[in-house]
């Protein structure tokens, strides 16, 4: 049976493989990305980046959470974001941003 026919007749087969994805090591991609907002963000207290192209680099998707984004509109937040990743996202099709302030 194709791997294809596998995840339509079965998509707990697709759910343990994405669990199994993210149980391990970071892509390149996710490690420069995380590598980049690490440094423009040091006060970060959380920062997910995960590559959901399925690996190529295409889109990712990005959860951070800092005290450099308290008194800003999301709009602000998501700009200082895109601003920090700028040379990065030259090379994306997409990218998603969910970003929070730390609760005091």
Same mark, same amino acid.
Request: charged share 25%; hydrophobic share 35%.
């Given at each position: 049976? %194709?791997?294809?026919? $596998?995840? #339509?007749?079965? *998509?707990?087969?697709?759910? #343990?493989?994405? !669990?199994? #994805?993210?149980? %391990?090591?970071? $892509? =390149? ?11 423009? &963000? *040091? ?7 995960? =590559?959901? %192209?399925? @690996? ?5 998707? !990005? +959860?951070?959470?800092? =005290? ?24 994306? +099709? @997409?990218?998603?941003? &969910? $970003? =929070?302030? *730390?609760?005091?």
């Amino acid at each position: 049976m %194709s791997a294809l026919r $596998t995840i #339509r007749c079965n *998509p707990q087969v697709l759910c #343990r493989s994405l !669990i199994a #994805r993210s149980a %391990s090591s970071l $892509t =390149d991609g996710e490690t420069r990305l995380k590598r980049v907002l690490q440094e423009k &963000f *040091p006060r970060a207290s959380s920062l997910k980046v995960v =590559d959901i %192209s399925g @690996g190529c680099g295409a889109m990712y998707e !990005i +959860h951070i959470e800092s =005290d450099e984004f308290r008194g800003k509109r999301t709009v602000q937040q998501h700009q200082l974001v895109n601003q920090a990743l700028k040379d990065e996202i030259k090379a994306m +099709h @997409g990218l998603r941003i &969910f $970003t =929070d302030v *730390p609760i005091q």
